[in-house]
């Protein structure tokens, strides 16, 4: 009896116990972001059973990403890791026969990155082969075709040896006809610059011409498969931009300079052009930069395949090879098009027809199906998708979409099915498949599923709403963390950088970690945002904070009437473009109680100086700061600072070569001037990409300040916090 009365004590306990182990979902602390799990670039194996991707995770305690190759069933089952744990693996495609699995890796005692692995032999060591050549290739993959520029000859090399600066840093060195040279080359190593392209965005500062030399223009190589010789197929003084392989092997088709000069001309005249004054009937004009050209493989003088006036990508033959698909844009400030040209290479030049027609979306990459019909990805506002295209009647049909974003397809190679990453607003990356008319989808992957069971995402609602000139403007609106009806909580809007950027249907740590917080999140994508067709994307040309910023006010009107939102505690914040677009939001208005500018532009004239991107003013502004002296002063916030009275966090990068650090300086000191409250955080070691890529303790440390600042100023200093599941950076008050 006794026993019997303890097994019922249990049973009658047990859901207690039970309930107790099941937490409910609690809110997103910034140090969750250490947990998440990224997969991305899968490849589909050719016969369709095997996926193949990346996954990236967080080594929390060494600060740094660690990425490694996994492979997953396409028909279900557990994925398994392929590349050691150890080194550094990403970037997987098999082999043409699906035999070898290729992947770039920065293993030790290698040469170069690419490495591989049997498919067929599970379990083996990785390897590196020179007989797995991988490019466009043939119907029966007999041998790929690729461009590669390659290192000068030895005569080069032996010159360079008898150079007395041969010994020192790449830009260290004189460049070739500086009046300047080094008294010691041994005890110079600073930076000698008269290039006028000199330093990137994430890439530091660049050798000039005097390296670039040192390099031949990109040609055609071609190599067996399962033979290690590489045959140089052209030996041109221009660049082969892409290559192509027709089906039957007997061509390759491939982008070049238009008039088919060398590399050098095509340098000096940019260059040339670069420093004269703008002028609108030069400047405005469509060029025609790239064409597409053709060669025999048994050997030949390049014929001209296309005749389009604009610039082609994405070259890609039909099954039959009878046509080329390409990817066409006829002008800087026009949409991209799907187009296809009945070709002949023996022939005069195709006109190639508009497979699209008047498709609102601009296609990114492409894969024919059959001879009549290809499927398409595109972005479709804030989402995105895969579109079946039939050229002969231009129809545009959605296979897979929905309130998602997705990338990397992938197709085997009887076209019936495609892989793909998608992720959503509450669901971060994950892998997935579907047959190729988008039935049957299934979710291969579950990574992140612990997360999201311990998390609870907030969800947004979607709106579009019509702003000046009846233009419709996609909006979202993020729900605070614990959110109850009849009751009002804090809203921060945020603003997308670019401006030809946008923001969608994906999951996003900076947004969740602001709902978490309590706050409302509202973001929207105004004009100047892509993924709206190119009249919307360069209609704030010239006009930086005029209807840009109508769109971004409507959007908040619109929130801001809600009964469960307190219009009298809004913020605002953005990076890049939106780091300007939150400081000229604070020249322009008060309604906003507490502001923080991320990667900021306070003053055109001296950005252009600064930064690495000269050519995105040139354009949106109409040209260089004295060609338009005007238009760069008026849209500079720093001249209308005395009107700012918004408490304001700024985050700067010490590297950062896309909003240089002082435009931040200049801000910052003219509003601690002013008595304005501001605090300022400059990262080390970071640059423009700090948000997306740096750091992990730096990425997550601003993650923590940025909810800090706004839930000081929204709910602390605006009244008792909302509810008391907001946290601070550390989840608690």
Do not use: C
Not at 40 to 63: H, I, Q, Y
Not at 596 to 625: H, N, V
């Amino acid at each position: 009896m006794r026993s019997i009365s303890a097994r019922y004590l249990l049973i009658a306990i047990a859901p207690g116990l039970v309930a107790a182990q099941q937490k409910p979902p609690r809110a997103f602390v910034p140090t969750d972001w250490y947990r998440l799990t990224t997969v991305a670039a899968p490849a589909l194996s050719p016969d369709g059973k095997l996926v193949a991707f990346t996954v990236t995770t967080v080594k929390e305690m060494e600060n740094r990403r660690h990425s490694e190759v996994w492979v997953v069933p396409a028909n279900g089952g557990e994925p398994s890791r392929y590349t050691a744990p150890g080194v550094e693996s990403s970037a997987p495609r098999f082999s043409p026969d699906g035999r070898y699995l290729r992947f770039t890796s920065t293993r030790p005692g290698g040469k170069g990155t690419t490495w591989l692995l049997r498919v067929d032999q599970p379990g083996g060591e990785a390897f590196q082969a020179e007989t797995v050549p991988m490019g466009s290739t043939p119907a029966d993959h007999r041998f790929a075709v690729w461009t590669e520029a390659t290192p000068r000859d030895s005569a080069a090399d032996s010159a360079k040896k008898t150079d007395p600066f041969a010994t020192m840093l790449p830009m260290a060195r004189p460049p070739f006809a500086a009046i300047t040279k080094p008294v010691d080359a041994r005890r110079f190593d600073g930076r000698q610059i008269t290039d006028m392209r000199y330093k990137g965005n994430d890439a530091g500062f660049i050798p000039g011409a005097r390296e670039k030399r040192s390099w031949r223009s990109a040609q055609l190589w071609l190599q067996q498969y399962g033979d290690s010789a590489k045959k140089q197929i052209t030996s041109t003084r221009y660049s082969h931009l892409e290559a192509a392989v027709s089906p039957d092997g007997k061509w390759v088709a491939f982008t070049a300079d238009s008039r088919l000069r060398p590399d050098s001309v095509v340098d000096a005249e940019r260059d040339s052009i670069a420093k004269l004054p703008y002028d609108p009937k030069r400047d405005e004009m469509d060029r025609n930069e790239v064409d597409v050209f053709a060669i025999p493989l048994a050997g030949g003088e390049p014929k001209r395949l296309v005749t389009f006036a604009g610039n082609e990508s994405s070259l890609t033959w039909s099954p039959d090879g009878k046509r080329l698909g390409f990817v066409g844009r006829p002008g800087r400030t026009r949409s991209a098009r799907l187009y296809v040209a009945d070709v002949d290479p023996s022939g005069a030049p195709s006109i190639p027809s508009n497979a699209v027609g008047d498709w609102k979306q601009e296609p990114e990459a492409f894969t024919w199906l059959s001879p009549t019909q290809l499927v398409a990805t595109a972005e479709n506002g804030g989402s995105s998708g895969l579109f079946l295209v039939t050229p002969a009647t231009r129809d545009v049909r959605e296979i897979l979409g929905g309130r998602r974003r997705m990338s990397g397809f992938t197709l085997d190679s009887a076209r019936r099915q495609v892989a793909f990453i998608a992720t959503s607003l509450t669901a971060p990356t994950e892998v997935f498949v579907a047959d190729i008319d988008g039935k049957n989808e299934r979710r291969l992957t579950h990574f992140n599923d612990k997360l999201n069971a311990e998390i609870a995402w907030s969800d947004a609602e979607r709106f579009t709403y019509p702003s000046v000139g009846g233009l419709q403007v996609e909006g979202w609106l993020m729900k605070p963390y614990g959110y109850q009806a009849g009751r009002k909580y804090p809203l921060v809007l945020y603003i997308h950088g670019g401006p030809h950027s946008a923001y969608g249907e994906n999951w996003f740590d900076e947004f969740q970690n602001l709902a978490a917080a309590g706050m409302w999140v509202l973001f929207t994508n105004p004009r100047g945002s892509s993924g709206y067709g190119a009249d919307f994307t360069f209609a704030t040309r010239g006009r930086w904070g005029a209807e840009d910023y109508d769109d971004l006010m409507k959007a908040v009107d619109i929130a801001a009437r809600r009964s469960d939102v307190d219009s009298s505690r809004m913020g605002v914040t953005g990076g890049s473009y939106g780091g300007f677009m939150t400081a000229w939001i604070e020249t322009k208005t008060t309604r906003f109680k507490a502001a923080e500018t991320d990667r900021m532009i306070s003053e055109w004239t001296y950005w252009y100086g600064a930064s690495d991107a000269q050519g995105l003013t040139e354009f949106e502004f109409y040209g260089k700061p004295w060609d338009n002296w005007t238009l760069y002063d008026r849209l500079s916030p720093i001249r209308y600072v005395d009107r700012v009275k918004t408490p304001t966090l700024m985050v700067q990068s010490e590297d950062d070569f896309r909003t240089p650090m002082g435009n931040a300086e200049l801000w910052y000191m003219a509003l601690k001037k002013r008595g304005v409250p501001v605090e300022f955080i400059r990262y080390p070691r970071s640059t423009h990409e700090l948000s997306r890529s740096g750091e992990p303790w730096l990425l997550v440390d601003r993650l923590g300040r940025l909810r800090q600042w706004f839930s000081y100023w929204l709910m602390d200093q605006g009244g008792a916090p909302v509810t008391a599941t907001t946290s601070g950076a550390d989840g608690k008050r």
